[in-house]
Nanobody, 124 residues
Framework: QVQLVESGGGLVQAGGSLRLSCAAS????????MGWYRQAPGKQRELVAR??????????NYADSVKGRLTISRDNAKNMVYLQMNSLKPEDTAVYYC???????????????WGQGTQVTVSS
């Protein structure tokens, strides 16, 4: 079995920062790309950022990464992915989910796993 568990969400004032963490555990041979998604009330789940096993990053809103507002990173040794969020805005309020493409055994196929989500609420 494989589990992804997010942590680090909470209530923060506009302009504040949060660091989300996601830990993958279980029978894992290799983790390919990992990502963060979010789902605001009444909206569809959307990609925030992804990172490959080699550290190549992609942000849905590139301007956020350039401004240093969002930074995705990972620790392959610990099977973890992080999302540093700065200068938070009320529109960032959502449930944040991590996902990962995981190969459980040698020669196996990749499956996509999701965490249960962590709530981020930004007050104005």
């Amino acid at each position: 079995q494989v589990q992804l568990v997010e942590s680090g969400g909470g209530l923060v004032q506009a302009g504040g920062s949060l660091r989300l963490s996601c830990a993958a555990s279980g029978t894992i041979f290799r983790i390919n790309a990992m990502g963060w998604y979010r789902q605001a009330p009444g909206k569809q789940r959307e990609l925030v950022a992804r990172i490959t096993s080699g550290g190549i990053t992609y942000y849905k809103n590139y301007a956020d990464s350039v401004k240093g507002r969002l930074t995705i990173s990972r620790d392959n040794a610990k099977n973890m992915v992080y999302l540093q969020m700065n200068s938070l805005k009320p529109e960032d309020t959502a449930v944040y989910y991590c996902n990962a493409g995981i190969v459980r055994v040698v020669g196996g196929f990749e499956s996509i796993y999701w965490g249960q989500g962590t709530q981020v609420t930004v007050s104005s």
